[in-house]
Structures are given as C-alpha cells and as structure tokens.
C-alpha cells in the first residue's frame, strides 16, 4: 500500500488539561496529512476538557471513561477502538499535552513509504521528535538507539537523521495497526503510567522494525524542560513497579542479551536518581512500596482495569481474546462510547 493510502487515526489521551486539549485539536486538524479519524480518551475529567471534545470543529470521537486510568488504561481503550475500524492502517498516538506541527504525520508517512521501499515490510513504529517550548529536544521522550539490529537498516536514506529505534516514547508515535490486530497486542493498563510506553514498544519491536524521525516534530508542552534522569519524587513508586512487573512478566519481550542490556541500564538509572535526589529517604520509601506491589501480584488484565466503563472494557476483552473471527456478540458500537 503506498502512503497515499495510509489511513491514519490519532489518539490522544485527555486528563484535565483543557487549555492544551485544545492546542492538540487544532494541530491534529492542520496536519498537511489527513487524518482518517481523531479518538480523544478522556481520564474522568474535571475540568471542561470533555466540552472542549465536544465542541472542537473537528468533530473529533469522545471515548469518556468514568474512571482515570492513567496514560496506559487511556492508550489502551483509545488504540482498541481505533483498530477495531478494519480500515485503519495506522494508529498515531500522544497526550494532551502534546502539539503536532502542520507536518509531523506527513514525515511519518514519508518514512513509512521510505521503509517498505528499502525493506519489503511496514515498520511496526515510527516516532517523531519531541521538542519543548524553547525548541529544545526534550530527551526523555527520545527513543532509545536500537543495539542489535537483526535486519534492515541502521538509518532511512531520506530522512534526515533517522534510526532504528527498540524503544518508543507515547509522546507521538505511529503504531501499524495490523500488528496490533495480528497480536491482539495493546499497552497493560495496569501499569497506570511510566513504562507502559517502553513494555509495549519492546513488546512490538522484537523481531520487527520502528525508526526514529526527528523531522517529524511534536512540542511536548511540559510544565518543565526535563528528561530522564529528573527526581520523580512518589511517581518513583510506578516506575519501580513497573519495571519489576516488566522484567518478570514480560521478558519474553527481549533477547537474553538485552535483557541483561536493559537491566543493567535500569540499575544505573536508579542509583543516578537515588543520588540527585534532595530528599533521598521519601525516594527510597516509594522505591520501596513499588516494589512491594510489584511482588504482591502480577498486572491485573486490561478488562478489569477498566470495568468502571463497561462497553470500553467489554471491547478490550472482546479484543484481546478473540479467536480468529471476532464475535459480534460483545463488540461496541464504537460511536455510542461517549
């Protein structure tokens, strides 16, 4: 299929950032690419981000859960109903707080087309650059640098300083939807946020191509410039957990070799956190209580994260454990999901 045919449904997980919400909208509608369809997840919103959904003129789908479930439940529900349209080939998908430029899809179809040229086969991912408001790429969403390549190439000859990629931040990047649909394959809503992104994106790329496109360019609109190695302070909590959740249950996600990669990688990251840390024994307590929870029980499914909005649980389940053809008998009408 040539980029020109690509038909292409974004999904942007809302949660009380109404002034934002509205910057995505109007970005997402002044793509130079058009979009196919437009899913906004809303968290249980408090503020008027749902009347913002509502009255966009882009008319774009409210998927509205009655519960929040962190970025994970969100992108989750949203990439569910938009690969249960048969139509879609790819799924492009950001927070709120995210603003794409005119031309950030359009460079991704570009390296789409550009990798099906060079390697007879979609990428299973390509993601965009995430710049701050000050145009400094913000690192912590940049993907990390693909150590063993098992085939095609390191870069894409027409774009501009791309790069096979192993992992890819949710912070705008395009998914292939009959991957998702082939594998049934959508993030672990249990993980609430941090590292759903980096499990489902390893998840995806074992055996299967994702590149890097900086000319693709999203201002991620943080309260501030950060990365990586900033104090997360309590959020430390889920990245703990679900790291362990990651390595436990998920490990068939990576080769032994890079499991011990990424390991090793994770264990550098925590002492580095530990020590930059202005309030190092509040740190270690959620460290702690992440790590508790991460051994008291595995990730619940999907389904029962969800069970507090019942037709959108009803279509993860339905999704995620359907045996060839899909029964008819528990698919949501996807437009009644308001």
Request: hydrophobic share 40%; net charge neutral; charged share 25%.
């Amino acid at each position: 299929m040539e980029s020109s045919q690509l038909r292409v449904a974004a999904v942007v997980v809302s949660f009380n950032r109404e002034l934002l919400l509205k910057e995505c909208l109007d970005g997402l509608s002044a793509q130079t690419y058009p979009l196919a369809r437009t899913i906004v997840v809303d968290n249980a919103s408090t503020d008027n981000s749902v009347d913002v959904i509502k009255n966009h003129f882009s008319k774009p789908q409210l998927v509205q859960l009655n519960e929040n479930v962190g970025g994970a439940g969100g992108f989750a529900a949203g990439i569910a109903m938009a690969v249960h349209d048969c139509d879609i080939d790819y799924v492009w998908i950001m927070d709120d707080d995210t603003i794409p430029t005119p031309t950030a899809l359009e460079k991704l179809v570009d390296a789409i087309d550009d990798c099906v040229k060079i390697n007879d086969e979609r990428p299973v991912i390509v993601g965009s650059k995430a710049i701050w408001v000050d145009g400094r790429e913000h690192l912590m969403n940049k993907p990390r640098l693909r150590q063993w390549i098992q085939r095609g190439p390191k870069t894409l000859a027409h774009s501009a300083g791309s790069y096979q990629a192993r992992t890819f931040s949710f912070v705008s990047c395009c998914i292939d939807a009959e991957e998702i649909r082939a594998r049934k394959a959508l993030p672990i809503s249990a993980y609430f946020l941090w590292n759903d992104d980096f499990e489902y994106s390893t998840r995806l790329l074992k055996n299967r191509i994702g590149y890097y496109i900086p000319e693709s360019i999203v201002e991620h609109r943080t309260k501030v410039f950060g990365s990586s190695n900033a104090d997360p302070g309590a959020r430390f909590r889920f990245e703990v957990r679900n790291k362990r959740w990651l390595f436990k249950y998920s490990r068939s996600n990576f080769t032994a070799l890079e499991r011990v990669y990424y390991l090793l990688g994770t264990a550098k990251r925590w002492v580095g956190t530990l020590i930059r840390s202005s309030n190092k024994k509040a740190l270690i307590s959620f460290a702690r209580q992440g790590w508790k929870e991460a051994g008291a029980q595995p990730p619940a499914s999907n389904d029962y994260i969800l069970s507090a909005t019942p037709d959108v649980a009803a279509l993860i389940e339905q999704f995620e454990s359907a045996n060839g053809g899909a029964s008819t008998e528990r698919v949501v009408n996807a437009e009644s999901v308001e």
